[in-house]
């Protein structure tokens, strides 16, 4: 049981036994029991079907997650790698480009994408948008034959952690640009994964929120990657020294 829930149950259990117990020790014991306490009462009696309908909930999230981040083998035996990485990008709501082509294929606000890209099917992709998606490190399967994979950019992935970053060793040989910026899980641990990029020129890594020295981790960046170019926008950098000079 999650400590939020286990907070709701008792809130609710306790709010409900003293207002029971005040109306049992009023004059006007008789008079009907306000629309507050009724409320309390109600979801004290019924906190295990709101558990379970909330469980249920979370468990049919991570059920989809899974799905739409499964290796897309049915499309490359029909398609080839090329075409079933391009249409798992598209079914994620993201946006690529062939290489030699300068058009980018991505889908519009309804989820529509043109499938024209379909003409291409023995065209590597090189540059890959996945920002604001839910691609995760089971995801990684259907880029991993993208051996000309040149820019993958993350921004705002909420699934994408330190084990994603451990992941992007694949593409060692071709990645020269990725942008990280603002994902929530990523950590300084993570960072360390990416000594592997030694072709990285570009690296983005602004706003990471569970970074909590940014200035030691750009140094760390910087001697892991002496030709890659480092943004790292968003942090207040006077406070987080002067946390690692009190030891705190």
Same mark, same amino acid.
């Given at each position: 049981?999650?400590?939020?829930?286990?907070?709701?149950?008792?809130?609710?259990?306790?709010?409900?036994?003293?207002?029971?117990?005040?109306?049992?020790?009023?004059?006007?014991?008789?008079?009907?029991?306000?629309?507050?306490?009724?409320?309390?009462?109600?979801?004290?009696?019924?906190?295990?079907?709101?558990?379970?309908?909330?469980?249920?909930?979370?468990?049919?999230?991570?059920?989809?997650?899974?799905?739409?981040?499964?290796?897309?083998?049915?499309?490359?035996?029909?398609?080839?790698?090329?075409?079933?990485?391009?249409?798992?990008?598209?079914?994620?709501?993201?946006?690529?480009?062939?290489?030699?082509?300068?058009?980018?294929?991505?889908?519009?606000?309804?989820?529509?994408?043109?499938?024209?890209?379909?003409?291409?099917?023995?065209?590597?992709?090189?540059?890959?948008?996945?920002?604001?998606?839910? #691609?995760?490190?089971? &995801? =990684?399967?259907? /880029?991993?034959?993208? *051996?000309? $994979?040149?820019? +993958?950019?993350?921004?705002?992935? %909420?699934?994408?952690?330190?084990?994603?970053?451990?992941?992007?060793?694949?593409?060692?040989?071709?990645?020269?640009?990725?942008?990280?910026?603002?994902?929530?899980? #990523?950590?300084?641990? &993570? =960072?360390?994964? /990416?000594?592997?990029? *030694?072709? $990285?020129?570009? +690296?983005?890594?602004?706003?990471? %929120?569970?970074?909590?020295?940014?200035?030691?981790?750009?140094?760390?960046?910087?001697?892991?990657?002496?030709?890659?170019?480092?943004?790292?926008?968003?942090?207040?950098?006077?406070?987080?020294?002067?946390?690692?000079?009190?030891?705190?």
């Amino acid at each position: 049981m999650s400590a939020p829930m286990l907070t709701l149950r008792r809130c609710c259990q306790r709010s409900a036994l003293l207002l029971v117990a005040r109306r049992q020790w009023s004059s006007s014991s008789a008079a009907p029991a306000s629309l507050l306490s009724r409320c309390l009462l109600f979801f004290a009696q019924r906190y295990y079907d709101v558990e379970m309908v909330l469980s249920w909930k979370s468990k049919l999230e991570r059920d989809q997650l899974r799905k739409k981040n499964l290796y897309y083998g049915y499309t490359e035996r029909f398609y080839g790698p090329d075409i079933a990485t391009a249409f798992y990008i598209l079914s994620l709501r993201g946006g690529f480009r062939f290489v030699g082509q300068t058009e980018w294929f991505r889908t519009n606000s309804k989820g529509k994408f043109n499938w024209d890209f379909l003409n291409h099917k023995d065209t590597p992709v090189e540059e890959v948008d996945m920002s604001n998606t839910i #691609i995760n490190y089971t &995801g =990684l399967s259907n /880029l991993e034959r993208q *051996r000309h $994979l040149r820019t +993958l950019k993350l921004q705002g992935c %909420p699934e994408v952690d330190d084990w994603f970053l451990a992941g992007l060793h694949r593409f060692q040989d071709s990645l020269e640009e990725l942008d990280i910026s603002h994902c929530p899980r #990523i950590t300084a641990g &993570g =960072l360390a994964a /990416l000594r592997n990029l *030694r072709g $990285l020129k570009r +690296l983005n890594v602004s706003s990471l %929120p569970r970074i909590s020295t940014p200035g030691l981790v750009i140094i760390l960046l910087e001697e892991m990657l002496p030709q890659c170019q480092i943004t790292a926008d968003g942090y207040d950098f006077e406070s987080s020294e002067e946390r690692v000079e009190t030891g705190r």
